[in-house]
């Protein structure tokens, strides 16, 4: 089979790569006079970017969500090297906005930058989610994986199919669910020890039941554990459900293969940047170990 | 002035390649680019069969570089050429095939096959990725082995120009670039990336599955650089540098030293456009400098 087969949405944009600016920093969840960068050590805040692109960049109808961009602010020069993937959380009116994390050097140092800074961006790129706009959708995000969401519900056409079941560590407050468009229904799950996790794990497999059974759609983002529990729940109940993997990557357009990962119907290892980050659930073997952190990326929910 | 350049036959429009393994097949740039304003297109190192290559993660970022232990993932030579190949506007630029393979029988196959494609204008062979324990460090490192390779190879390449890419994991890099001349080598490539790890001290972990990778981008480059000064200086052949290149000015750098053209490596990851970029800038650069010709630059290094 083709090395580039679709396995998912297709991608609708060309991608370019662009200097973009800064427009606002923000962080979430605070009072704006708390608001302070970390300085030693990755302190897990959330932010909301928003940058502007230069007008040949792909506009509201040039992307799909689940898609994203790599982002490296010019600053960087050598260090870190490379650049980072985002999702893009949205890209409306003149401006992309990305909801990030701080987990490392890279999402630190993006901590820390100010109004006109420029950064090197290119996208949109990978393939998104795919759209039914007449099926019951269920959206399963945990913790940072919950900003592309943020995008497929607003340019979804009809919200009110939608419902998000969104698992997270970090208090609620952390997260921009006020973006989300009015008349999806919304539940916030926070697990904060063993239990509760137990707890949640539970609860996901009933709503992935409950989806399968109806014929539903499932879709999926989140750090790696969790996207291990939805598949084996989806395989299990047969539920038709897309996962968005985040791999470590270098380039973001298929030239470096380090972000690969393994497929039930391909004989080469396929790579995530350009075949996905989006992929059917059945397609994926997700046994492999993606380069992060485990207890790190636990941690993230 | 005019940067083309030509190298045993091989016309490039200007120095600037793209290194094996960092620029996909081509296609995966053109959308950042026009192709056919780079001075050459090599592209990811091709073996007869599909490699799905080593396990993840086989990337890691290190101090202003990176560590990879791809393990020559490829879709194989046949694929290549099927598929790929006629993407590429390999009429206006020239597409160099990168090729590995574990015993001279098979890199004399691959390069038979290869260098009877009309749209391959040369053969890059490497003869040094320190990632496939089957073989591949051995012909880097042993000029006996190196000359054995290259003389199969240029027996079956045809007209078509063989580069041969060194190793720098050598404790003399100018014996092995001397065997890859005395087998028929019509170039040198220098450098292919340096052995090196990474650690995690958390997990008690090695950061790549394979261990051991491939250490390259800019903190390479004074290595780079001392391989093509020594080289150049050994062996009578035009030398292609590489190792850590990511503006304009490190391409001239590379050229003061003994090349006559260099390849953008890991830096085609740091922005997309980096090679067209690089590609663009030279011109003006070497008017700034009042260059004349590179005949005149080339080796000019004050030493
Ligand atoms: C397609 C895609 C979309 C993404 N979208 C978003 C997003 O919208 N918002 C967001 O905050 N993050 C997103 N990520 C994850 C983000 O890219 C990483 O958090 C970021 O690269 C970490 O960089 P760093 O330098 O801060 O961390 P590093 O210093 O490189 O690593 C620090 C820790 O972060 C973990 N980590 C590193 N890379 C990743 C990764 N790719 N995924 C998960 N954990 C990682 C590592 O395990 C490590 O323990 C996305 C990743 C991908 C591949
Ligand atoms: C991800 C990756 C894959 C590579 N694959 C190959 C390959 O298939 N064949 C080869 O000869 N060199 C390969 N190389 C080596 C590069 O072509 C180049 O020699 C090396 O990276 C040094 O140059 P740089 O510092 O500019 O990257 C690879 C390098 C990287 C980073
Ligand atoms: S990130 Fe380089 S191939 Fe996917």
């Known amino acids: ?301 | 002035m005019n940067p083309a350049v030509e190298l045993a036959g091989l016309r490039l429009k200007n120095p600037v390649l793209t290194a094996s393994g960092t620029f996909g097949y081509g296609v995966e740039f053109a959308p950042y680019g026009d192709l056919t304003e780079l001075g050459g297109i090599v592209v990811k190192g091709l073996s007869w069969e599909p490699r799905a290559g080593n396990p993840m993660p086989r990337i890691a970022e290190t101090p202003c570089g990176m560590l990879n232990a791809i393990g020559l993932q490829n879709i194989g030579a046949h694929r290549f050429v099927a598929e790929k190949l006629p993407l590429l506007p390999w009429a206006e630029v020239p597409v160099i095939a990168n090729l590995y393979a574990c015993d001279v029988e098979d890199f004399a196959r691959l390069a038979e096959y290869l260098a009877g494609q009309e749209g391959v204008a040369a053969l890059e062979v490497n003869i040094s990725c320190p990632n496939v324990q089957a073989g591949g460090i051995l012909f880097g490192q042993d000029p006996g082995q190196a000359a054995r390779v290259t003389r199969a190879v240029k027996e079956k390449a045809g007209t078509k120009p063989v580069i041969v890419k060194l190793s720098p994991n050598v404790t003399d890099i100018t014996s092995v670039a001397k065997a890859a001349a005395d087998g028929g080598a019509d170039i040198l490539a220098l450098i292919n990336t340096l052995s090196g790890m990474a650690v995690d001290v958390r997990t008690r972990m090695p950061r790549l599955a394979n261990v051991i990778g491939g250490l390259s981008g800019p903190a390479i480059k004074p290595v780079g650089l001392r391989c093509v000064h020594q080289v150049s200086r050994a062996v009578d052949l035009p030398i292609i540098g590489l190792g850590g290149i990511a503006s304009a000015e490190d391409v001239l750098e590379y050229i003061l030293v003994g090349a006559w053209a260099v390849q953008i490596g890991t830096a085609n990851f740091l922005r997309p456009d980096t090679a067209f970029r690089i590609a663009a800038d030279l011109p003006k650069l070497l008017d700034d400098l009042g260059v004349t010709s590179w005949e005149e630059f080339r080796g000019a290094l004050r030493a």
């Open chain 1, 1 to 301: 089979m083709p090395d580039d087969t679709l396995m998912a949405a297709d991608a609708a944009s060309s991608p370019v790569c662009r200097e973009f600016t800064v427009l606002e920093l923000r962080r979430t969840g605070l009072k704006a006079d708390l608001a302070s960068p970390s300085k030693d050590g990755p302190d897990h805040s959330h932010w909301l970017l928003d940058l502007e692109p230069p007008a040949d960049f792909p506009g509201e109808g040039g992307w799909t969500p689940g898609q994203f961009v790599m982002l490296r602010p010019v600053s960087w020069a050598f260090e870190p090297l490379w650049a980072r993937p985002f999702s893009i959380c949205m890209l409306e009116r003149g401006v992309l906005r990305i909801f990030f994390q701080v987990v490392g050097r890279g999402t630190r140092a993006m901590s820390v930058l100010r109004r006109g800074d420029r950064i090197v961006v290119w996208g949109p790129l990978g393939r998104g989610f795919v759209v039914e706009p007449e099926t019951p959708t269920l959206l399963l995000a945990g913790g940072i994986g919950l900003a592309p969401f943020i995008g497929y519900a607003r340019r979804h056409p009809r919200p009110d199919t939608l419902r998000l079941f969104f698992g997270h560590r970090p208090e609620v407050g952390e997260y921009p669910l006020d973006l989300l468009p009015q008349g999806m229904a919304v539940e916030a799950s926070r697990q904060t020890c063993a239990e509760e996790l137990a707890c949640f794990v539970g609860d996901l497999e009933r709503r992935i039941a409950e989806y399968a059974g109806t014929d539903g759609l499932i879709l999926a983002c989140g750090p790696h554990p969790f996207l291990q529990a939805v598949q084996s729940l989806a395989v299990k109940h047969r539920a038709r459900a897309q996962l968005s993997l985040e791999n470590r990557m270098a380039c973001g357009v298929g030239a470096c293969l380090g972000c690969v990962t393994e497929t039930t119907n391909q004989a080469l290892p396929v790579k995530v940047c350009t075949q996905g980050p989006v992929f059917w659930a059945h397609e994926l073997r997700l046994g492999v170990d993606l380069g992060g952190n485990q207890a790190d990326l636990g941690g993230k929910v």
